[in-house]
């Protein structure tokens, strides 16, 4: 299983909350539009900043983790047509994209439930 990580930075003059929203609302809706996000995500997941008053300020606004089989079916979904003409071009809509953040991995799991 192949995972990528993605950390977010609402893109200036933006709050968390305008953010949250056009995240959940408009740009999850077409991602999922597309065909390719049904046939290769296993897997999708954004988590959002809660208040944690003994930790530092979180230098992100969300993080969003997608799940594939392969390598190959990561990029059949990021590189398709689809992708690159239809979300790719929403991204600077409520991103800082100066300050976006990407690892793909595969996870070492240490603890799974109890």
């Known amino acids: ?15 968390h909350d305008e ?3 056009y995240q959940q609302n408009i740009h999850r809706p077409l991602l999922m539009s597309i065909p390719e996000a049904d046939r290769y995500i296993r897997r999708f997941v954004v988590s959002y900043p809660v ?3 003994r930790y530092p300020e979180p230098e992100y606004d969300s993080v969003v983790e997608a799940w594939f089989d392969t390598m ?7 590189f398709s047509d689809n992708f690159l003409k239809t979300v ?7 991103i800082d994209l100066s300050t976006f ?14």
């Open 51 to 53: 208040p944690a008053p």
């Open 1 to 15: 299983m192949i995972k990528m990580i993605i950390t977010l930075k609402r893109r200036e003059g933006m709050t």
């Open 72 to 78: 190959a079916d990561l990029e059949a979904l990021f």
């Open 101 to 114: 953040g990407r690892v793909i991995t595969e996870e070492d799991v240490v603890i799974d439930g109890r």
């Open 19 to 21: 953010f949250k929203h």
């Open 88 to 94: 790719d071009p929403d991204h600077g809509n409520f």
